[in-house]
């Protein structure tokens, strides 16, 4: 049974989070062979992209980064044989293109191996409202 109306939790996104072994690395990685901009870093580094806050955690000194997981990152890419050569030409190792319904998707792996998604609509559409209707795809 669903709690009523009144008793839901007020819950309001606020980032998507990974840890990581080494600070360093990821960063680079991040910020200068994807390019996202990084806007703070303390003991966290922060990147805005398209109004998403993805955090990087580093992991405390022994523990273990458990890699491919039950989450993703996935970015809508308008043209994704461009992006795949882009990548490949930064020394980064992808999938092949797989096709889906809706579009068609290339998955690779940042430097503590998290799974990260290109996918590429099959209609030219605003990402931002196809989130409105958005369908799981993987």
Avoid at 87 to 113: E, V
């Amino acid at each position: 049974m669903l709690p009523s109306t009144a008793s839901r939790l007020k819950l309001s996104f606020d980032a998507v989070c990974y840890y990581v072994s080494d600070m360093e690395t990821s960063i680079a990685f991040y910020r200068d062979t994807l390019g996202l901009p990084m806007i703070s870093r303390d003991s966290v580094a922060r990147f805005d992209l398209d109004g998403v806050l993805i955090e990087l955690v580093r992991v405390p000194p022994g523990s273990v980064v458990r890699g491919n997981g039950n989450a993703r990152l996935c970015f809508a890419v308008p043209d994704l044989n461009e992006t795949l050569q882009q990548l490949h030409a930064r020394g980064i190792r992808t999938s092949a293109i797989k096709n889906k319904k809706g579009g068609k998707l290339a998955t690779f792996r940042d430097p503590d191996d998290n799974e990260l998604c290109l996918w590429e609509y099959e209609k030219a559409e605003d990402p931002s409202e196809i989130v409105k209707s958005a369908v799981l795809h993987g």
